[in-house]
């Protein structure tokens, strides 16, 4: 029982961890990516990355970033 229960919370933590977003820079992405950041604000006009600001700031969810390469893979 107490090995089952330690995986079960290990479990539990990697889901948790997994429905917080990482937010991700416009550097960080280009550095992702490989691409400029003129390349990133062309991408975020034409729908291609979605863009979230939070002030003064531009962030990226990480898992978007992901999911858009993804597409243009296809």
Same mark, same amino acid.
């Given at each position: 029982?107490?090995?089952?229960?330690?995986?079960?919370?290990?479990?539990?933590?990697?889901?948790?961890?997994?429905?917080?977003?990482?937010?991700?820079? +416009?550097?960080?992405?280009?550095?992702?990516?490989?691409?400029?950041?003129?390349?990133?604000?062309?991408?975020?006009?034409?729908?291609?990355?979605?863009?979230?600001?939070?002030?003064? +700031?531009?962030?990226?969810?990480?898992?978007?970033?992901?999911?858009?390469?993804?597409?243009?893979? +296809?």
């Amino acid at each position: 029982d107490a090995i089952l229960n330690k995986q079960f919370v290990n479990f539990k933590s990697e889901l948790e961890k997994q429905k917080t977003p990482k937010y991700l820079t +416009r550097k960080q992405v280009s550095e992702l990516l490989c691409i400029s950041l003129p390349t990133i604000w062309r991408y975020s006009k034409q729908g291609i990355l979605t863009s979230y600001c939070i002030g003064s +700031r531009v962030l990226y969810k990480e898992n978007e970033v992901n999911a858009s390469v993804i597409k243009l893979k +296809r």
